[in-house]
Nanobody, 124 residues
Framework: QGQLEESGGGLVQGGGSLRLSCTASGRALSRYAMGWFRQAPGKERKFVAAITRDGGITNYADSVKGRFTISRDNAKNTVYLQMNSLKPEDTAVYYC?????????????????WGQGTQVTVSS
């Protein structure tokens, strides 16, 4: 209970789009800043995007700015990552995370809860 769960991953051609979702049963996500991270094989987990508790402020890694959009619907207890103009280098396992911190934290150590991840594969 309280586990974060990601969905929406899959295989897409370069230039395509995917929307990831993150939900939690038994945990009110509105109490947390939320973030998305990704991890490619053999590489460290990296920050992708974050959003404040009320959704008023967002932050993005330079590599995804202008292509990805993080949003949240606290009434649905769900956080989204809309990914457009996908590139093969976006291929990774994408993780949703919840932080008790305020603001838009970008380090993995700032997050308290993590999902299991969802695979995104972008073909060239």
């Amino acid at each position: 209970q309280g586990q974060l769960e990601e969905s929406g991953g899959g295989l897409v051609q370069g230039g395509g789009s995917l929307r990831l979702s993150c939900t939690a049963s038994g945990r009110a996500l509105s109490r947390y800043a939320m973030g998305w991270f990704r991890q490619a094989p053999g590489k460290e987990r990296k920050f992708v995007a974050a959003i404040t508790r009320d959704g008023g402020i967002t932050n993005y890694a330079d590599s995804v700015k202008g292509r990805f959009t993080i949003s949240r619907d606290n009434a649905k207890n769900t956080v989204y990552l809309q990914m457009n103009s996908l590139k093969p280098e976006d291929t990774a396992v994408y993780y949703c995370a919840a932080s008790k911190n305020y603001g838009v934290p970008i380090t993995t150590g700032s997050y308290d809860y993590w999902g299991q991840g969802t695979q995104v594969t972008v073909s060239s």
